[in-house]
């Protein structure tokens, strides 16, 4: 096998859980085929740069075997040569910490959270009538 389609080889090299959501990356503009935005059925090859772009990170790749089936996360790294990649390290702004905002996998506020939401928001609306 020489070449490939591009969602296929994203999907086998562990980028996306499955073909559709790589299929939507590509149709959105996500992926970087040899500096070009490529079509889902465009070919992948041996040699092939990449720039993917997921929520969590930026990752710049060179295809190095090509193959359509899906394997272990070590079997994958086999594929391609990680070119760069930054992390989308996102810090929290004060407005989404004033509405409420949390974590993802934090759970629920404790009871010690929400008197500190309550003392926050007596503490705004005392300086507004003011």
């Known amino acids: 096998m020489d070449t490939i389609r591009v969602d296929k080889w994203l999907w086998a090299a562990r980028f996306f859980k499955t073909r559709g959501i790589a299929l939507a990356a590509i149709k959105g503009g996500k992926i970087e085929l040899n500096g070009s935005k ?3 059925s465009k070919t992948v090859s041996v040699g092939d740069h990449l720039k993917i772009t997921q929520p969590h990170r930026k990752v710049e790749v ?4 090509i193959t359509d089936k899906r394997g272990s996360a070590e079997m994958a790294a086999l594929l391609y040569q990680l070119d760069d990649e930054c992390l989308n390290q996102k810090t929290l702004s004060a407005g989404l910490a004033l509405s409420g905002f949390r974590e ?4 629920r506020p404790t009871k010690r959270d ?17």
Do not use: A
């Not at 993802?104 to 759970?107: D, P």
């Open 104 to 107: 993802k996998g934090k759970g």
């Open 62 to 65: 060179t295809v190095l075997q």
């Open 38 to 40: 490529p079509k889902p």
């Open 114 to 130: 929400r008197r500190k939401i309550e003392q926050l928001y007596d503490t705004v609306s005392d300086q507004s009538h003011s």
